[in-house]
């Protein structure tokens, strides 16, 4: 049985499937592209051949502008499987994001797995992970150190609702990624009990209303832009993170800052960012998560990408496992929107607000 290192190599493109003929989630524009998820660092603009879960697709169109990802786009559904060339290809939930996948790979006997990023709390606006076993499973390491660990994103939602009952003459914005942790935040926010009007920053409106046609209601969005002053006394207005410091927060009323994001158990980045109520919510594996998918999943062998490499390596090495460090380069983090809105900008346009 050949070993994964002999077939899935990483090239300056990305990670390359040399018997399947495929990327996945390459940098670049390339002939063919298996796609993760549909977040800028992953699914970029301009393939030949786009295969991913419809979910992906969709939102893909969404961003980049209709048939965009490449000149062909191949749906495949959770748990269907193809053959490229001569390699057995499926996908399973991620739980990152609506659509977000693992791709399994399987050649002459021999399976690895690229998970993408993924989580393991569940979203109500995606599918939950599913472990699948494997000969080498490929992880992402965002949130790759022990010091990082989520509180339940219940709890999260509350402090914001208290605080929106405790100062009912303020706005309450918060800053949020514009795929996924907008959604999610809208979905947890209704599941808390707010069935009132939520405001959003104009960049966030269309993959929101993605997300409706694909079955998540979000109840009552409204324009931010359009909302008179007054209305927005006691609002919660959701923006992305680089709007809500920005001349554009300047229309809300004396405004609470907020910010969701993983990053935001760092206190000292938080307040160096003028973040008055820092909420701990993200789409990425904690420590924990990270810890419990090796065990879950099993495979002897861990590539890790994305982020904190050396302690996750460290920690499958303690649980008898070979670790290696892929050098990939080009993926942003999204939960600190740096790099992710770079290359938003480069291959959308960003609607102006
Ligand atoms: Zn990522
Ligand atoms: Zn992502």
Redesign the pocket.
């Known amino acids: 049985m050949p070993h994964p290192e002999t077939w899935l190599k990483v090239l300056p493109d990305g990670l390359y499937c040399e018997p399947g003929g495929f990327f996945i989630d390459p940098v670049n524009p390339v002939e063919r592209a298996l796609i ?2 549909a ?1 800028a ?2 699914a970029r603009p301009g393939h030949g051949a786009v295969l991913a879960s419809p979910g992906t697709l969709a939102i893909m169109d969404v961003r980049m502008g209709e048939g965009r990802s490449g000149r062909v786009q191949q749906p495949l559904g959770y748990g269907e499987v193809i053959t490229l060339d001569s390699v057995r290809v499926w996908m399973q939930p991620a739980g ?2 609506l659509g ?1 996948a693992q791709i399994a790979m399987e050649w002459q006997g021999s399976r690895a797995v690229v998970s ?2 993924y989580k393991r709390v569940p979203d109500p606006t995606c599918l939950p992970f599913e472990p699948i076993a494997c000969d080498v499973f490929v992880t ?1 390491a965002t949130f790759g150190l022990p010091v990082f660990r989520h509180p339940p994103p219940a709890g999260e939602v509350a402090r914001l609702l208290d605080s929106v009952a405790l100062f009912p003459g303020r706005t309450h914005v918060v800053g949020c990624y514009a ?2 942790k907008c959604q999610r935040l809208i979905r947890l926010i209704r599941e808390a009990g707010w069935d009132g009007p939520i405001y959003l920053h104009g960049a966030l409106m269309p993959v929101c209303r993605a997300y409706e046609a694909m079955g998540v209601p979000l109840g009552d969005l409204r324009p931010a832009t359009v909302a008179a002053k007054a209305e927005l006394a006691g609002a919660i207005v959701l923006a992305p993170p680089s709007a809500i410091a920005d001349r554009w927060a300047r229309r809300l009323v004396d405004p609470v800052v907020c910010l969701a994001s993983g990053w935001m158990r760092v206190r000292q980045r938080a307040k160096a960012k003028g973040i008055e109520l820092p909420l701990v919510i993200s ?2 594996a904690d420590w924990d998560e990270l810890l419990q998918t090796l065990t879950d999943v099993d495979a002897p062998e861990i590539w890790v990408t994305h982020g904190r490499e050396e302690a996750l390596i460290h920690a499958a090495e303690a649980q008898g496992r070979r670790g290696r460090a892929l050098r990939l380069v080009g993926y942003g983090d ?1 939960e600190e929107e740096g790099e ?1 809105l770079a290359a938003d900008a480069a291959s959308a346009p960003v609607p102006a607000a």
Do not use: K
């Open positions: 993760t998820h977040h660092d992953h990152h994001v977000s993408g990023d992402e795929l996924g789409d990425h999204e992710a």
